[in-house]
C-alpha cells in the first residue's frame, strides 16, 4: 500500500507542485507539438523513480508514464474553453484509476472484494449518502413545490443549480459531523449559513422568502441529523 501512496504523491507533485502556468498553456496551445508536454510527461517517470526508489519497479514507471502522456493527450485534443472545468476532473480521474489499475496489475494483491461488499455497514452508508445527496433535495422539494410557485417572480439571479449543490453540500457535512459526534460544529454550520443569508433575505424585504428559506434549511438540517442518528444507531449494531 505504500507504493501506491509513493504513486499517488509523484502524480500530485508532477501534476500541481512542478507544472507551471506557462506550461500549461504551450500544452494547450501546441498540444502534441509542444516540447512542454514531453518534459512533463518526463518529469513523472523521474518523480516515480525518485519516490519509489527501487529501480525493479522500472517497468511499472514506464507504463504509468506511458497512460499518463496517453490521458494528457487525450484531454489536449478534446477540451475547449468551455470544458475545462470538466476535463480537468476527467483527466485527474483517468490518471487515478490507471495508477491503481496498473499498481494492481503490476503486484496483483489479494482484494477480498467479498467481504468488503458483505458487510453491511458499507450498505448502510452507501444508501445515507445517496439519501442525503439525491433524494433528500427532490424530498424537500416536492414539500416546497407550492410555496416555491408564490415566490417565483422570474428574476432569478442565483447560478444554475446552486441552492441545489449548497443543499446537498449541507446535508452531507452534517452527516459527517454526526457520524464523527461533532455535534457543537453543526451550530456553527448553522450560523455560518444565516450569516451568508442574512444580506440575501435583508435586501429581499420578503417575508414570504424568509419563510421559505428558514423552512428549508430547517428541513435539510432536520432529514441530515435523523438520518445521521439513525446510521449511528443501525452501525453500533453491527460494530458490536
Known sequence: ???????????LV?????????????????KIKSIKLYLHILLHGL??????????????????TIFHGFIDILKLYY????KKAE???KDQILHLLSIIALYYIWFQPALHLDKVFQNPILWIYLTALLFLSVATGIIIQMLMSNWSQQISDGK??????????????????VFILIITAHWEAIGFLLAAKSVFRFGDLKESKDRKLTEYILIGTLLSFGIA????????????????
Not at 1 to 11: D, E, Q, S, T, V
Not at 17 to 23: G, I, V
Not at 47 to 64: K, T
Open 87 to 89: 476535463w480537468f476532473f
Open 156 to 173: 432569478d439571479k442565483s447560478l444554475n443549480n446552486a441552492g441545489k449543490y449548497i443543499g446537498i453540500l449541507e446535508r452531507l457535512f
Open 79 to 82: 477540451q475547449n474553453e468551455n
Open 225 to 240: 441529523i435523523i438520518t445521521g442518528i439513525l446510521v449511528v444507531q443501525l452501525t453500533s449494531i453491527y460494530k458490536v
Open 14 to 30: 508532477g501534476d500541481f507542485l512542478l507544472q507551471p502556468k506557462a506550461w500549461v498553456e504551450d500544452k494547450e496551445k501546441e
Open 1 to 11: 500500500m505504500i507504493i501506491l501512496l509513493k504513486l499517488f504523491l509523484a502524480h
Open 47 to 64: 518523480l516515480l523513480l525518485l519516490f519509489l526508489w527501487n529501480w525493479n519497479l522500472w517497468g511499472l514507471v514506464i507504463l504509468i
